[in-house]
C-alpha cells in the first residue's frame, strides 16, 4: 500500500460545531493544520483527525436512505482503484494530467471488474472531478449518482415474460438447461406466434429483455453461462495467493473462544465461563475489537465485534472501564479472516459484508495456523487471565485439572472481569513490545506504537459512514402492501413515514421491507419505483426492544381466539407474556449449574432489552434521547464498574 496520505488535504470536517478544510501536513508530520471559512486555523493531531474523518461521514438523511447495489459498488470500488493508480503515477514523478491519463488507459486496458465488465478509464476532466469528491466526501462520494434516471416502469410484455418463464421452468426442471441466445429465440417464436394469433402488435423483446428476466429470479443457475478462461485463471490465481500486509486493516482476523475462568453471575454464588470474541490488526498487532457474552458466540456477538472496529468509542467507553490509555483504532477491514463456525455466518453477518464492501474469508476447518494472529493474541490473554482468581488453568495445574478449584475461589463478577479484560487490551497489551519473530512487521514495536507509525506512513481505510452502519444491521427481509394503516408485519402496525407513500403509490401498493432482526421497534419501505428507503415505526410507542425471534416465540403462546379479537398486538399484550418468560428459548432438562447459568444470560438479555427500550430505534429520526448512555443490542452496554463483592461462603463437600 503505497503513502497516499495527501488525499486527506481538501477533506471537510466538523470539529467543535464549525467545519474546517484540511489544509496541509504539520512539518514534523505528527498532525493536520485546519482551517475554516473565515480564515482561522487549527492543528489537529494524527488520531483526531482519524475520529474526525469516521464521524465526518454522517451527514445522510436518516429518513431518506439507498442502498446500493451490486452493480453500484462495483463502480464505486473501480473509482477508487483507478484513483489510486493515478496517486502511485503522480508519486512517481508523471506530474502531468495528460501522462498520467495516458498510462492509466494503457495499464487498465483489457482488464475487468468482478462482474466481468470492462474497466474503462474516463476524461481527464472526470478524474479531476473524483479526486475532488474524494478529497471532499471520502468513498462514499464516489458512488454513482446516476441511479435516478432512466424510465423505471417495466417496458415488455406481461405475456412475453410469461413465455420466457414457463420456458425455464420447463429446462430448468428437466435440466436441459440453455443459453440466453437460444432462450430467446425459442421465446420470441412463440410470442410472434401467439401475437399473429390475437393480432396484436409485439413490444420488446429482444435479448436483453430475457436476461432482464433472468436477473430478477432468485437462482443463477437457470442457463448456461461460461466464465472464460481469463476469469478461471484470475480466479485460480486469486485462491492461491496470501496477501502481504503492510497496513492496518490490510487483514483482520476474528475468533471466539471461552475464558479460562470460572465469574459470578448471580447473588447465589453461582459460577460460569464466559465467552470472549476477539479481532486482532494483523499488520499492528492491535486488538480493534473485543465483546463478551454470557451466553454462546452466536452471531450477534460478531456483529458486535465487527461493529466496534468501524465506530468511535467516545470517551464514555472508555470512562466506563477506567481505561488511561485513550487509543481510537477504527478503520474499514480490507479481509476478515475466520473459521467456520455458525457465528460467523447467517444474514447478519452477510448483511455487514454486503454494505461494508470488504472480503469475509472462512478458513478449512481444523487449521489453526490459517489464522496465526488471533491464536497468537488467545496464548497471550490466557496468561493474563490465569493470575486472575477463579482460573481454570495455571503454570502448574494444566487444563481441567482445576475446575473443583476455580468454582471455589471464583470472585469476579462479569462486570468486573470484563473491565479488567478491557483496561489490559488498552493500558497492558497495547503497549506492550513484541518480538520480531511474532511481529509481521519484524519490528520491536508495541502495538499503539506500530500503530501510530502506521497512521502517518499509509491511508488507512476509512470506517464505514454512519448510514451504511445503520443499513448493515437490516438484514432482514420481505414484501409487504401498503393499507391506508399502514404496514402490517408479525401481527405489529407500522405508520411512521408511510404518508409519503400513500400520498405517491396509494394502498395497495407493494413494497420491499427491510427490517432489524433485533429490533421490532422500526422497518426501512420502499417501492419498487424509487431508491429511497422510508422509516415505519410501530404505532405503539411502549413496545419493548426485543428481537424478532423473541416475538415470534411469544405470539405462539397466545390463544388464537386473543389474536382474532384484537388484531394488531400491543405493548401490553407483549409485556404481559414477557413476565410470564414466553419469550424464552425452549430448554431441556438441564443441571443446577446450566439453570444457573441459563438464568444469569436471560437476566442480561433483559437487562439489555430495558436499556435498548429507552433508546430510539437504530437510525431512526427522532429527538428522544436515553436516559442513560445506551447503545444498540450489538454495542457493549456500558456499567459501571462494581466494587469488589463480599466473599461468598460455600458448602464444602464432606
Same mark, same amino acid.
Given at each position: 500500500?503505497?503513502?497516499?496520505?495527501?488525499?486527506?488535504? *481538501?477533506?471537510?470536517?466538523?470539529?467543535?460545531?464549525? $467545519? &474546517?478544510?484540511?489544509?496541509?501536513?504539520? %512539518?514534523? #508530520?505528527?498532525? +493536520?493544520?485546519?482551517?475554516?471559512?473565515?480564515?482561522?486555523?487549527?492543528?489537529?493531531?494524527?488520531?483526531?483527525?482519524?475520529?474526525?474523518?469516521?464521524?465526518?461521514?454522517?451527514?445522510?438523511?436518516?429518513?431518506?436512505?439507498?442502498?446500493?447495489?451490486?452493480?453500484?459498488?462495483?463502480?464505486?470500488?473501480?473509482?477508487?482503484?483507478?484513483?489510486?493508480?493515478?496517486?502511485?503515477?503522480?508519486?512517481?514523478?508523471?506530474?502531468?494530467?495528460?501522462?498520467?491519463?495516458?498510462?492509466?488507459?494503457?495499464?487498465?486496458?483489457?482488464?475487468?471488474?468482478?462482474?466481468?465488465?470492462?474497466?474503462?478509464?474516463?476524461?481527464?476532466?472526470?478524474?479531476?472531478?473524483?479526486?475532488?469528491?474524494?478529497?471532499?466526501?471520502?468513498?462514499?462520494?464516489?458512488?454513482?449518482?446516476?441511479?435516478?434516471? *432512466?424510465?423505471?416502469?417495466?417496458?415488455?410484455?406481461? $405475456? &412475453?415474460?410469461?413465455?420466457?418463464?414457463? %420456458?425455464? #421452468?420447463?429446462? +430448468?426442471?428437466?435440466?436441459?438447461?440453455?443459453?440466453?441466445?437460444?432462450?430467446?429465440?425459442?421465446?420470441?417464436?412463440?410470442?410472434?406466434?401467439?401475437?399473429?394469433?390475437?393480432?396484436?402488435?409485439?413490444?420488446?423483446?429482444?435479448?436483453?429483455?430475457?436476461?432482464?428476466?433472468?436477473?430478477?429470479?432468485?437462482?443463477?443457475?437457470?442457463?448456461?453461462?461460461?466464465?472464460?478462461?481469463?476469469?478461471?485463471?484470475?480466479?485460480?490465481?486469486?485462491?492461491?495467493?496470501?496477501?502481504?500486509?503492510?497496513?492496518?486493516?490490510?487483514?483482520?482476523?476474528?475468533?471466539?473462544?471461552?475464558?479460562?475462568?470460572?465469574?459470578?453471575?448471580?447473588?447465589?454464588?453461582?459460577?460460569?465461563?464466559?465467552?470472549?470474541?476477539?479481532?486482532?490488526?494483523?499488520?499492528?498487532?492491535?486488538?480493534?475489537?473485543?465483546?463478551?457474552?454470557?451466553?454462546?458466540?452466536?452471531?450477534?456477538?460478531?456483529?458486535?465485534?465487527?461493529?466496534?472496529?468501524?465506530?468511535?468509542?467516545?470517551?464514555?467507553?472508555?470512562?466506563?472501564?477506567?481505561?488511561?490509555?485513550?487509543?481510537?483504532?477504527?478503520?474499514?477491514?480490507?479481509?476478515?479472516?475466520?473459521?467456520?463456525?455458525?457465528?460467523?455466518?447467517?444474514?447478519?453477518?452477510?448483511?455487514?459484508?454486503?454494505?461494508?464492501?470488504?472480503?469475509?474469508?472462512?478458513?478449512?476447518?481444523?487449521?489453526?495456523?490459517?489464522?496465526?494472529?488471533?491464536?497468537?493474541?488467545?496464548?497471550?490473554?490466557?496468561?493474563?487471565?490465569?493470575?486472575?482468581?477463579?482460573?481454570?488453568?495455571?503454570?502448574?495445574?494444566?487444563?481441567?485439572?482445576?475446575?473443583?478449584?476455580?468454582?471455589?475461589?471464583?470472585?469476579?463478577?462479569?462486570?468486573?472481569?470484563?473491565?479488567?479484560?478491557q483496561r489490559w487490551r488498552y493500558d497492558v497489551y497495547a503497549q506492550m513490545p513484541r518480538k520480531r519473530v511474532t511481529s509481521h512487521l519484524r519490528t520491536n514495536e508495541s502495538p499503539a506504537a506500530s500503530w501510530r507509525r502506521l497512521l502517518k506512513e499509509c491511508l488507512v481505510p476509512e470506517p464505514p459512514s454512519?448510514?451504511?452502519?445503520?443499513?448493515?444491521?437490516?438484514?432482514?427481509?420481505?414484501?409487504?402492501?401498503?393499507?391506508?394503516?399502514?404496514?402490517?408485519?408479525?401481527?405489529?402496525?407500522?405508520?411512521?413515514?408511510?404518508?409519503?407513500?400513500?400520498?405517491?403509490?396509494?394502498?395497495?401498493?407493494?413494497?420491499?421491507?427491510?427490517?432489524?432482526?433485533?429490533?421490532?421497534?422500526?422497518?426501512?419501505?420502499?417501492?419498487?419505483?424509487?431508491?429511497?428507503?422510508?422509516?415505519?415505526?410501530?404505532?405503539?410507542?411502549?413496545?419493548?426492544?426485543?428481537?424478532?425471534?423473541?416475538?415470534?416465540?411469544?405470539?405462539?403462546?397466545?390463544?388464537?381466539?386473543?389474536?382474532?379479537?384484537?388484531?394488531?398486538?400491543?405493548?401490553?399484550?407483549?409485556?404481559?407474556?414477557?413476565?410470564?418468560?414466553?419469550?424464552?428459548?425452549m430448554r431441556g432438562q438441564r443441571t443446577k449449574a446450566r439453570r444457573a447459568a441459563h438464568a444469569a444470560q436471560d437476566f442480561q438479555r433483559d437487562q439489555e432489552t430495558a436499556l435498548r427500550s429507552k433508546a430510539s430505534p437504530r437510525g431512526a429520526n427522532s429527538s428522544r434521547q436515553p436516559e442513560t448512555e445506551?447503545?444498540?443490542?450489538?454495542?457493549?452496554?456500558?456499567?459501571?464498574?462494581?466494587?469488589?463483592?463480599?466473599?461468598?461462603?460455600?458448602?464444602?463437600?464432606?
Amino acid at each position: 500500500m503505497i503513502d497516499v496520505v495527501s488525499n486527506y488535504i *481538501g477533506r471537510q470536517l466538523v470539529y467543535d460545531g464549525v $467545519i &474546517f478544510t484540511v489544509t496541509a501536513r504539520t %512539518q514534523d #508530520e505528527s498532525g +493536520f493544520i485546519i482551517q475554516d471559512v473565515e480564515g482561522n486555523g487549527a492543528q489537529i493531531s494524527n488520531e483526531e483527525l482519524h475520529v474526525l474523518l469516521a464521524q465526518a461521514q454522517s451527514d445522510i438523511s436518516r429518513s431518506r436512505q439507498y442502498f446500493q447495489t451490486k452493480a453500484g459498488q462495483q463502480d464505486q470500488e473501480v473509482r477508487l482503484q483507478i484513483l489510486r493508480a493515478e496517486a502511485e503515477l503522480n508519486a512517481q514523478g508523471y506530474l502531468s494530467w495528460t501522462q498520467r491519463h495516458a498510462l492509466l488507459i494503457e495499464k487498465f486496458q483489457g482488464l475487468r471488474d468482478r462482474l466481468g465488465r470492462p474497466i474503462s478509464v474516463p476524461s481527464v476532466r472526470a478524474l479531476q472531478s473524483w479526486k475532488g469528491a474524494f478529497r471532499a466526501g471520502g468513498r462514499q462520494a464516489l458512488a454513482d449518482a446516476r441511479r435516478r434516471s *432512466g424510465n423505471r416502469t417495466r417496458r415488455h410484455d406481461p $405475456i &412475453f415474460e410469461a413465455i420466457v418463464i414457463q %420456458q425455464l #421452468e420447463e429446462r +430448468f426442471v428437466n435440466s436441459d438447461r440453455v443459453t440466453a441466445k437460444e432462450l430467446h429465440r425459442i421465446s420470441y417464436a412463440l410470442y410472434q406466434t401467439w401475437a399473429e394469433e390475437n393480432k396484436v402488435t409485439m413490444q420488446e423483446c429482444g435479448e436483453r429483455v430475457v436476461r432482464s428476466i433472468i436477473s430478477s429470479l432468485p437462482h443463477r443457475d437457470l442457463i448456461k453461462r461460461r466464465i472464460g478462461c481469463d476469469q478461471a485463471t484470475k480466479e485460480l490465481l486469486r485462491a492461491r495467493h496470501f496477501e502481504m500486509v503492510q497496513a492496518p486493516f490490510e487483514r483482520v482476523e476474528i475468533d471466539s473462544t471461552q475464558a479460562d475462568i470460572f465469574v459470578v453471575i448471580d447473588s447465589e454464588g453461582n459460577v460460569a465461563r464466559p465467552h470472549i470474541c476477539a479481532a486482532i490488526d494483523c499488520a499492528t498487532g492491535l486488538i480493534v475489537g473485543m465483546s463478551l457474552s454470557l451466553t454462546p458466540p452466536n452471531a450477534e456477538l460478531t456483529a458486535r465485534t465487527l461493529k466496534e472496529m468501524m465506530v468511535p468509542h467516545g470517551d464514555a467507553f472508555f470512562d466506563a472501564f477506567g481505561i488511561s490509555n485513550r487509543l481510537e483504532a477504527i478503520g474499514r477491514p480490507l479481509v476478515t479472516i475466520s473459521d467456520q463456525g455458525s457465528e460467523n455466518s447467517g444474514p447478519l453477518i452477510e448483511s455487514i459484508v454486503e454494505h461494508c464492501l470488504y472480503e469475509f474469508r472462512k478458513n478449512i476447518p481444523k487449521k489453526p495456523e490459517k489464522k496465526p494472529f488471533i491464536e497468537r493474541l488467545f496464548g497471550v490473554m490466557n496468561e493474563f487471565i490465569h493470575s486472575l482468581p477463579g482460573a481454570t488453568e495455571t503454570r502448574l495445574m494444566k487444563n481441567r485439572t482445576r475446575i473443583e478449584k476455580a468454582t471455589a475461589e471464583a470472585r469476579l463478577t462479569f462486570e468486573q472481569f470484563e473491565s479488567k479484560l478491557q483496561r489490559w487490551r488498552y493500558d497492558v497489551y497495547a503497549q506492550m513490545p513484541r518480538k520480531r519473530v511474532t511481529s509481521h512487521l519484524r519490528t520491536n514495536e508495541s502495538p499503539a506504537a506500530s500503530w501510530r507509525r502506521l497512521l502517518k506512513e499509509c491511508l488507512v481505510p476509512e470506517p464505514p459512514s454512519e448510514s451504511e452502519i445503520r443499513q448493515m444491521f437490516f438484514a432482514g427481509r420481505t414484501e409487504r402492501k401498503l393499507q391506508r394503516y399502514g404496514v402490517e408485519y408479525q401481527r405489529i402496525q407500522y405508520f411512521g413515514e408511510a404518508g409519503l407513500l400513500l400520498d405517491q403509490y396509494g394502498p395497495g401498493a407493494k413494497l420491499e421491507i427491510r427490517y432489524d432482526p433485533t429490533d421490532i421497534r422500526m422497518l426501512l419501505a420502499r417501492h419498487p419505483n424509487d431508491d429511497d428507503w422510508v422509516e415505519l415505526t410501530a404505532k405503539d410507542p411502549d413496545l419493548p426492544a426485543i428481537s424478532f425471534a423473541e416475538l415470534e416465540r411469544l405470539r405462539k403462546t397466545l390463544p388464537v381466539d386473543e389474536m382474532e379479537a384484537q388484531g394488531a398486538l400491543s405493548a401490553q399484550i407483549i409485556l404481559r407474556e414477557m413476565t410470564k418468560d414466553m419469550h424464552r428459548p425452549m430448554r431441556g432438562q438441564r443441571t443446577k449449574a446450566r439453570r444457573a447459568a441459563h438464568a444469569a444470560q436471560d437476566f442480561q438479555r433483559d437487562q439489555e432489552t430495558a436499556l435498548r427500550s429507552k433508546a430510539s430505534p437504530r437510525g431512526a429520526n427522532s429527538s428522544r434521547q436515553p436516559e442513560t448512555e445506551v447503545v444498540s443490542l450489538n454495542e457493549p452496554v456500558f456499567v459501571a464498574s462494581p466494587s469488589s463483592p463480599p466473599p461468598i461462603e460455600r458448602r464444602r463437600r464432606s
